[in-house]
């Protein structure tokens, strides 16, 4: 063999490493571990300060919107709102927003500091508006004719309930019980606390009521990453309560999930379903954030172990907890930050399969920005059935250095309509048949 026919083999072995090098590098190491049996990564702990890279929120320019799937079509629902977080439909077709943002802890390290500042950046962090806001579309045409301050003066309002002529609110603090009758507009009776929480840390409480109105579940999610500053402050955080409307009691009805925040039920056979976030500082993919089923008694594991028996060995261990941890029914990729849930029945997304949505509010923790978008995934026989499918997004530009929006909760409006709540493009998106 010549010394050219040498040199040209070296170069096109020298330019093809180089490729999957950067192959490995821009595509392999950013696939997502997704799925019923996802491919984790082994854990590479990043130190006291995990990645950061968080795209600085700008919103939407003037008739700016989404990128929507085929077949479907985006239309603004509602803009200039609050930092809206949560949607939830009443019976009559109104749909109520909660407007309510995060608040910046005091520091209390150099994590605590460098994490204010990338919320900021990120739009998560400014004065809460504390509100409810009502919109109605009384004639049908997609666009509400009336808007009204519902509610004012809680406490980072979240999660909402109706049952029966009572309405329940979950702030950051506690769950409130108040009055209400079909068609008001607002109100001002006073509410009936049932049960308080402690707020802070990941400061959401959403609410679910079961069909018979007798119970509601409360999403409650942990006050650190990994239980840096010990398990008693944990306590009553990281897991999912069951309160008795009757009784007024409440019990942990499952634990270890580190932040459950939406959560729905599965028509086929009525299983409680969320979404969780995990745990940061572990690399892009490790471990993946989750959508899974919710058993009575069940614990998935934070702080000691992910996906099952995977142990975290960054914490003291419980090996009795670990023993019993349930893996997660479907991953949805390394820190996609999913939030909004619901059951979009068939027929809701056109062509598309019946499944669960879900509103990914996008990574701040990682070397390539993921989430930052609104999902199907499709279901068959009451379990998750294949990949999942892309209906809004659009959320990022300018090279992931700009967020025009952040998608959160997510809900099916009394039409058929397809809502999702955008806390940085303060906006409500209305996705229909096209």
């Given at each position: 063999m010549n010394l050219i026919l040498v040199l040209v083999i070296l170069a096109a072995l020298i330019a093809a490493g180089a490729w999957y090098y950067y192959r490995g590098r821009h595509m392999g190491s950013f696939a997502q571990a997704v799925g019923a049996a996802?491919?984790?990564p082994e854990a590479k702990p990043q130190g006291a300060i995990p990645m950061l890279k968080m795209p600085t929120a700008k919103g939407w320019e003037k008739g700016e919107k989404p990128v929507v799937a085929p077949g479907l079509k985006v239309t603004p629902f509602?803009?200039?709102?609050?930092?809206?977080r949560w949607a939830y439909v009443l019976p009559n077709g109104d749909v109520l927003i909660a407007e309510s943002a995060g608040i910046p802890g005091t520091p209390k390290n150099i994590r605590d500091y460098a994490m204010n500042r990338v919320m900021a950046r990120a739009g998560a962090t400014r004065p809460s508006a504390n509100q409810i806001t009502l919109l109605r579309d009384a004639d049908g045409d997609g666009v509400p004719e009336?808007?009204?301050?519902?509610?004012?003066?809680?406490?980072q309002p979240f999660g909402m309930a109706l049952v029966g002529d009572q309405l329940y609110i979950g702030n950051t603090d506690s769950v409130v019980a108040y009055p209400y009758v079909t068609g008001q507009t607002r109100i001002t009776a006073p509410?009936?606390?049932?049960?308080?929480?402690?707020?802070?840390?990941?400061?959401?409480?959403?609410?679910?009521?079961?069909?018979?109105?007798?119970?509601?579940?409360?999403?409650?999610?942990?006050?650190?990453?990994?239980?840096?500053?010990?398990?008693?402050?944990?306590?009553?955080?990281?897991?999912i309560f069951e309160l008795d409307l009757v009784t007024g009691q409440h019990r942990e009805f499952a634990g270890g999930l580190r932040n459950p925040v939406g959560m729905a039920w599965e028509p086929t056979n009525g299983m409680l379903w969320t979404v969780v976030n995990e745990r940061d500082g572990l690399g892009d993919e490790t471990p993946p954030d989750y959508l899974t089923s919710v058993k009575d008694g069940g614990f998935y594991g934070w702080p000691f172990s992910y996906w099952g028996q995977t142990v975290d060995d960054r914490v003291p261990q419980?090996?009795?907890?670990?023993?019993?941890?349930?893996?997660?029914?479907?991953?949805?990729?390394?820190?996609?930050?999913?939030?909004?849930?619901?059951?979009?029945?068939?027929?809701?997304?056109?062509?598309?399969?019946?499944?669960?949505?879900?509103?990914?509010?996008?990574?701040?923790?990682?070397?390539?920005?993921?989430?930052?978008?609104?999902?199907?995934v499709p279901f068959a026989n009451g379990m998750p059935s294949g990949q999942p499918i892309d209906i809004l997004s659009g959320f990022l530009a300018d090279d992931e250095k700009i967020s025009r929006g952040r998608p959160v909760g997510v809900a099916v409006a009394k039409d058929g309509a397809l809502l999702a709540v955008d806390d940085v493009g303060d906006a409500v998106w209305r996705v229909t048949v096209a």
């Open positions: 996802p491919a984790i509602a803009l200039n709102l609050k930092h809206p009336v808007r009204e301050v519902f509610m004012s003066g809680l406490n509410g009936k606390t049932l049960m308080t929480m402690k707020p802070g840390g990941h400061w959401t409480r959403n609410l679910l009521a079961n069909a018979e109105g007798t119970k509601l579940y409360v999403a409650v999610g942990s006050l650190s990453n990994i239980a840096e500053s010990g398990m008693e402050v944990e306590e009553g955080r990281a897991c419980n090996a009795a907890l670990v023993a019993r941890a349930t893996a997660p029914d479907y991953a949805l990729g390394g820190h996609t930050a999913s939030l909004g849930l619901c059951w979009a029945p068939q027929g809701t997304l056109g062509a598309l399969p019946a499944g669960m949505v879900i509103g990914q509010h996008g990574s701040w923790n990682r070397s390539k920005l993921s989430g930052y978008k609104v999902i199907l």
